[in-house]
């Protein structure tokens, strides 16, 4: 199947597709001109679908910016030439967008631009769940939020004509389980065609100067704008209603949604059901008709109580006498509100609709342990953990970064002890340094979390001379994510894509000590963390080795697969098993009842960082067949 | 199966396995499968930091009425799961008493067995605890794959001899294949299919 092909598709058809797919035909079809991205879950498979329909057409230009606010800025300018423009990033990009996305509906964007967050309830792999809703409120942006991948494109195309007819941007809203989303899809024909327009700038369309007294009028303009399309979202066809004139009525958004409808199938006295796709600006008048119509509305939505508070001021604005219930425990706000969590919801809030107990209570959920996330076999920061731990002592301070090097805090590494967010770990360590004469510093930062956001934290140590040992794990490539590319990735002569080095980059800012090894070099990557670490000042070790996940799979493609294999030797083998508690390598298996080591051969990848652990040698490589006769 | 029944058929199936086993293909197989066989499928892959060995799930609703993608706890008519250990978590979370397991009989140790932390999932564990919960168990082992990114298809494979899966032909499974693959790899799983 080749997902590029199917997206350029010129007639009317449909298709299984995930919400991710699904929103780059809608761009498609929508003429959409320029995408960009910092890549993050849960939208990296949005780049994927733009990139496979690269390879046979152009509709659109598209990059991975530096990091998401370059990818809104760039979107942004495109637009102000007249440019349809779509950026998208995970919920936290937009923390690091929001320093100029703030700024957006103060300007008037002349080409569209449609901002999709990929927001995560349930952390699924995010260091918070935040929602996303609340910067809808500060930046006066327009918000639709769709359930499943249908609602994806057709809230994607509705997003464009509000952008378009308001030059105002657009968010939406896609959380997890409908990015990942499957189901069948129509889609429209392609009939936009772009008329080859040049560069339509012009500061009369702005102004574009949002500083002192031009905020006032611009701030105005946006309120007016935003009155405007709440008219719309009044009669909006994603705000609809579900009515069987019953006393009780449920306001819901998203995906929840659909949990909800799978629930009230249970029970016979259904409640009516106020279904909202455009969260902000809210149907203000919609929603207070729908209370004043029912004794008790019951406000669901996923994470914070964003529509509670609204819907419960403008009820008292018009002086409703209806009970309203919402969020009051703690565990409302949290989570994904999928069956059992809006089962648990729904039970403590009407118990008397009738709803039965979950069929597994979530505490059983709980008690078994989750399988631990790993490096992968042949990982190079599985050999650089373990060799930068043998240059540490028990009290130096880690402090780790987002990577996949952040699983290192995990057993057996233990290596990175403080997270917040991309690039803090400079910032950070120079805090832990301050007053700090017995306990060194190191941080880590990986290659493409360098260009993302590290520089300035690094560039704050440098000049104020912070006692800090960095280590920068590169491996080519933006690995958590899927494998995207970044600044230092490798060049490309065709689209001019240039590689920057980082060591290049440490050195043009004055690091004097940088240290570059390969980690499967163990013992010299130990010494030059030593050598780092006896450096007064700012120091870097770059502990470089190929992403082998991304290395292994490109082989494959070429036909290409490993020929070698990890073997240990019963001989020699005194069951140490240094290769499992101190390395982790998951190719590594204990035989429970007798405790011998052997090698996983689904899983080993013939890699050898492994040989250098073990005390007694018992491990070797060797020829698959060879090792498969042992 | 006559018209009625294909109206009438509902099911959730659970699948679930260790990131890199190859869930993902799993679940796009058997959703296009189910949509060639003429049912409304909806589906969703939850794979967090699935790359990185950790548990991946996916879950296929099958049948008009389903609402949300995702399966509640305890609702999964079939549990199709690739690792024992994920086995037998699927068994005592997502599966329905009564319900169907189907497993590849491999495991991928997790850290906190291999260093003692807990107790390896065994064979027997899994069949008293089906027992348990009037679940029925196969396993099933593909020898001589030449490939271990091909167990998935094995034990689709092992699934349809075994008639576990209500409303699908082979032909359902083939025609997905002829989507999703070409070529050798197209040929490779389609040897496998035909046992």
């Not at chain 1, 910016?65 to 637009?79: Q, R």
């Not at chain 1, 702005?206 to 719309?232: C, D, F, N, Q």
């Not at chain 1, 403590?348 to 059983?364: F, H, I, T």
């Not at chain 2, 990131?19 to 058997?30: A, P, R, Y």
Request: some cysteine; overall charge negative.
């Amino acid at each position: 199947m080749d997902i590029g092909k199917i997206l350029l598709e010129k007639e009317p058809f449909s298709d299984i597709m995930m919400g991710n797919a699904a929103v780059v035909r809608a761009m498609i079809e929508a003429g959409v001109e320029v995408v960009t991205t910092y890549p993050g879950s849960p939208t990296p498979e949005i780049a994927e679908a733009a990139r496979a329909v690269l390879k046979y057409e152009s509709p659109f230009y598209f990059e991975y910016s530096t990091n998401e606010k370059v990818a809104a800025e760039v979107a942004f300018g495109a637009s102000l030439n007249g440019r349809l423009s779509v950026v998208f990033f995970k919920s936290v990009g937009l923390n690091v967008a929001s320093d100029s996305v703030v700024q957006f509906s103060l300007l008037e964007p002349q080409g569209g631009l449609v901002i999709i967050l990929g927001d995560d309830p349930g952390a699924n792999s995010s260091q918070n769940e935040q929602d996303n809703r609340h910067f809808a409120r500060m930046t006066n942006i327009p918000v639709l939020e769709p359930a499943d991948p249908q609602q994806v494109y057709e809230m994607f195309i509705e997003a464009v004509e509000i952008s378009v007819e308001n030059k105002m941007p657009v968010f939406l809203r896609m959380t997890t389980h409908v990015c990942h989303a499957k189901s069948r899809v129509s889609f429209g024909d392609r009939t936009i065609v772009r008329s080859g327009r040049g560069p339509s700038f012009d500061p009369d369309f702005g102004e574009y100067i949002p500083l002192t007294s031009a905020v006032a009028p611009m701030k105005k303009r946006s309120i007016l704008k935003l009155g405007k399309i709440r008219e719309r979202s009044e009669n909006s066809r994603f705000n609809y209603l579900t009515d069987r004139n019953a006393s009780k009525g449920i306001i819901i958004c998203g995906l929840p949604s659909l949990s909800l409808s799978d629930l009230l199938s249970e029970i016979e006295d259904k409640p009516d059901v106020l279904t909202i796709g455009m969260v902000w600006p809210l149907p203000l008048s919609f929603i207070c008709d729908f209370c004043e119509n029912h004794d008790e509305v019951l406000i669901i939505e996923e994470l914070d109580d964003f529509i509670e508070k609204e819907v419960k001021a403008a009820a008292f604005d018009r002086g409703l006498k209806l009970k309203i219930i919402g969020k009051t425990e703690p565990d409302d706000f949290i989570g994904e509100l999928n069956q059992q969590n809006l089962r648990h919801f729904i039970n403590s809030k009407w118990p008397e609709l009738g709803l039965k107990s979950p069929a597994v209570p979530l505490s059983a959920l709980t008690e078994i342990k989750p399988r631990p996330a790993q490096l992968c076999p042949g990982c190079g920061h599985r050999s650089a953990f373990y060799a930068i731990k043998k240059a540490l002592k028990e009290d130096d301070i880690t402090v780790a970064d987002i990577g996949c090097h952040t699983l290192g805090y995990m057993r057996p590494y233990e290596f990175g002890k403080v997270l917040l967010s991309m690039g803090h770990s400079n910032g950070t360590g120079a805090g832990l340094s301050l007053f700090n004469r017995t306990r060194r510093i190191v941080t880590i930062l990986g290659d493409s979390t360098f260009f993302h956001a590290g520089l300035p934290g690094i560039i704050n140590a440098v000049r104020n001379n912070h006692d800090i040992t960095l280590i920068v794990m590169e491996n080519g490539t933006t690995a958590m994510t899927g494998h995207q590319d970044h600044a230092g990735s490798k060049a490309d002569s065709e689209s001019g894509k240039k590689k920057i080095s980082i060591k290049a980059v440490l050195e043009g800012l004055g690091v004097e000590a940088v240290y570059e090894v390969d980690t499967y070099s163990q013992s010299s990557l130990t010494k030059a963390v030593d050598d780092a670490l006896a450096v007064k000042g700012f120091s870097v070790a770059i502990a470089r080795h190929p992403c082998m996940l991304k290395f292994t799979r490109e082989n494959r493609h070429r036909g290409i697969t490993p020929d070698r294999q990890a073997g240990i030797d019963p001989a020699k083998c005194k069951n140490i098993e240094a290769c499992i508690k101190v390395f982790g390598c998951p190719s590594f298996m204990v035989n429970k009842e007798t405790g011998s080591i052997s090698v996983n051969k689904e899983l080993c990848i013939g890699d050898g960082s492994c040989v250098q652990v073990c005390p007694v040698s018992a491990i070797g490589i060797k020829k698959k067949n060879e090792a498969e006769h042992e | 199966m006559n018209n009625t029944e294909l109206k009438n058929l509902s099911l959730n199936i659970y699948m679930s396995g260790v990131g890199g086993q190859g869930i993902g293909v799993l679940s796009e197989v058997l959703i296009r499968a189910y949509d060639d066989a003429g049912y409304e499928v909806k589906g969703v892959d939850t794979h967090g930091l699935a790359q990185r060995g950790g548990k991946v799930e996916s879950h296929l609703r099958i049948g008009g009425p389903a609402g949300s993608p995702l399966i509640e706890p305890g609702t999964a008519d079939i549990a199709v799961c690739l690792e024992r250990t994920e086995a037998y978590r699927a068994l005592v979370t997502y599966l329905k008493p009564g319900g169907v397991l189907i497993y590849y009989n491999t495991s991928w140790q997790s850290l906190n067995v291999r260093i003692g932390d807990e107790k390896e999932v065994t064979e027997a564990l899994i069949k008293t605890e089906a027992e348990n919960r009037t679940s029925s168990v196969y396993e099933i082992l593909t020898e001589n794959l030449p490939d271990v990114r091909l167990q998935n298809i094995g034990l689709l494979a092992g699934a349809l001899r075994e008639d576990l899966l209500p409303g699908l032909a082979s032909a359902n499974i083939e025609n997905a294949l002829q989507v999703l693959f070409s070529g050798d790899v197209l040929s490779s799983n389609l040897e496998i299919l035909s046992g």
